[in-house]
């Protein structure tokens, strides 16, 4: 799988549209870009993933660059409750019958009042 | 709440003890992985069943920690004499994955944080 790099740590407003960046300069074309958050003393949470496309949740939109090498995980209208570690994870599903998950240290996202 | 439970939520024991946790997957869903997690980093992949098979283990899943699955269904995971650097947040995740090339989406439990004196 390929790895990713995230900022260690960002602020963001409440009410405000937090951005947070991942770099995966080495995915091949079979990889899945995932996003998932961890609230302190949580279990991870899934938010969203994509392949090409930009896809968007109730929860947030998946911007991926056309040439892939990167993408942007939008939280609409960032609150309080969105404060968390927030992970970026590729990962390959060819034809590979099983798949962990490569977790990084992620982006600490801290939602100020 | 995933639908992922695990039990117990916390458990404190002492060195050299034996500990076994448990994890119910969502109910249809055939992966089941484990995952170690210490602070301040993120979790670290143990090992994977595909229904009651153990297809892959880490390399961080020494001769002390076993993993089953007996039915498919539930999984237990249990450390023998236990050390303080087991000390960490125990995280089970489950996934359906319909055909070969489809994502798979893995959802995790609330982990069961141990504590090793």
């Known amino acids: 799988d390929a790895k990713t790099t995230q900022p260690t740590s960002m602020d963001c407003a409440e009410g405000r549209a937090a951005n947070l960046p991942c770099n995966h300069s080495?995915?091949?074309?079979?990889?899945?870009v995932y996003w998932y958050r961890q609230i302190h003393s949580q279990g991870p949470q899934y938010i969203i993933h994509?392949?090409?496309n930009n896809e968007t949740n109730e929860m947030a939109s998946l911007i991926i660059t056309e040439d892939r090498k990167s993408s942007t995980l939008i939280l609409p209208h960032a609150t309080l409750r969105d404060t968390a570690v927030y992970y970026c994870?590729?990962?390959?599903?060819?034809?590979?019958?099983?798949?962990?998950?490569?977790f990084g240290a992620g982006t600490q996202v801290v939602v100020t009042p | 709440d995933t639908g992922v439970s695990q039990d117990p939520r916390h458990k404190i024991t002492k060195r050299g003890q034996n500990v076994t946790f448990r994890c119910d997957p969502i109910?249809?869903?055939?992966?089941l992985y484990w995952y170690r997690q210490t602070l301040g980093q993120g979790p670290e992949f143990l090992t994977y069943?595909?229904?009651?098979?153990?297809?892959?283990k880490s390399r961080l899943l020494s001769d002390r920690f076993s993993a089953e699955r007996p039915k498919g269904s539930f999984s237990t995971l249990e450390i023998q004499r236990t050390e303080q650097g087991d000390s960490a947040m125990y995280l089970c995740?489950?996934?359906?994955?319909?055909?070969?090339?489809?994502?798979?989406?893995?959802?995790f439990g609330p982990g069961t944080r141990l504590t090793v004196l």
């Open positions: 995740a489950s996934s359906s994955r319909a055909t070969s090339g489809s994502a798979d989406t893995q959802y």
């Open positions: 080495t995915i091949s074309g079979n990889e899945y």
């Open positions: 994509g392949l090409k």
């Open positions: 994870i590729v990962r390959s599903l060819g034809t590979d019958s099983w798949g962990k998950f490569q």
């Open positions: 109910s249809e869903h055939n992966r």
């Open positions: 069943f595909q229904n009651e098979a153990q297809l892959e």
